[in-house]
């Protein structure tokens, strides 16, 4: 599993991840999946190794200490644990990219808490336009018939008002 989740191996094929739809459909398992069959220790490494790999690839005058990953581990692990590890590349991708502006030449536990911050609020609000979407496709397909029995009743009710 570290081989296949290792942030160099998945930074190789993060081209593919194109958008936040593509991340979030990938077959990749959730930091709370990884937790629950590895154990919260193991995630947590691999946390941290996700995060080591982007403090040596940024090559910032004054990256996170070795205390600072941990920290930061553990916070990402325990509040963002519904992230696929595709959302984790895709996350990576777009911090290296520069999405989430200048790092001033160094990195901090609360700028990476704040890249989390804003790609998972990004993240669920189009979950929630694509569940809307889709209640309003599926609810468009099929006309509501009331039976003859509702309408008497309802009628009936609205008469005694």
Same mark, same amino acid.
């Given at each position: 599993?570290?081989?296949? %989740?290792?942030?160099?191996?998945?930074?190789?094929?993060?081209?593919?991840?194109?958008? =936040?739809?593509?991340?979030? !459909?990938?077959?990749?398992?959730?930091?709370?999946?990884? /937790?629950?069959?590895?154990? &919260?220790?193991? #995630? =947590? $490494?691999?946390?941290? $190794?996700?995060?080591?790999?982007?403090?040596?690839?940024?090559?910032? !005058?004054?990256?996170? #200490?070795?205390?600072? =990953?941990?920290?930061?581990?553990?916070?990402?692990?325990?509040?963002? %644990?519904?992230?696929?590890?595709?959302?984790?590349?895709?996350?990576? &991708?777009?911090? =290296?990219?520069?999405?989430?502006?200048?790092?001033?030449?160094?990195?901090?536990?609360?700028?990476?808490?704040?890249?989390?911050?804003?790609?998972?609020?990004?993240?669920?609000?189009?979950?929630?336009?694509?569940?809307?979407?889709?209640?309003?496709?599926?609810?468009?397909?099929?006309?509501?018939?009331?039976?003859? !029995?509702? /309408? &008497?009743?309802? #009628?009936?009710?609205? &008469?005694?008002?």
């Amino acid at each position: 599993m570290l081989s296949v %989740y290792s942030p160099v191996n998945c930074m190789q094929h993060a081209g593919k991840l194109t958008s =936040i739809e593509v991340a979030m !459909n990938a077959p990749a398992p959730t930091l709370g999946t990884i /937790q629950r069959e590895k154990s &919260r220790d193991f #995630t =947590i $490494g691999l946390v941290m $190794g996700w995060l080591v790999y982007l403090n040596d690839i940024l090559n910032l !005058n004054k990256p996170m #200490t070795e205390d600072q =990953i941990e920290l930061c581990a553990i916070e990402v692990t325990d509040e963002y %644990y519904s992230l696929k590890m595709s959302d984790l590349a895709f996350l990576f &991708r777009k911090i =290296i990219a520069g999405h989430y502006g200048e790092f001033y030449e160094s990195l901090t536990i609360s700028k990476m808490l704040t890249f989390f911050r804003d790609y998972f609020d990004e993240r669920c609000q189009y979950a929630e336009q694509q569940a809307m979407r889709q209640h309003a496709d599926f609810s468009g397909q099929d006309e509501f018939n009331y039976s003859r !029995n509702f /309408q &008497r009743i309802w #009628t009936a009710k609205s &008469r005694k008002s």
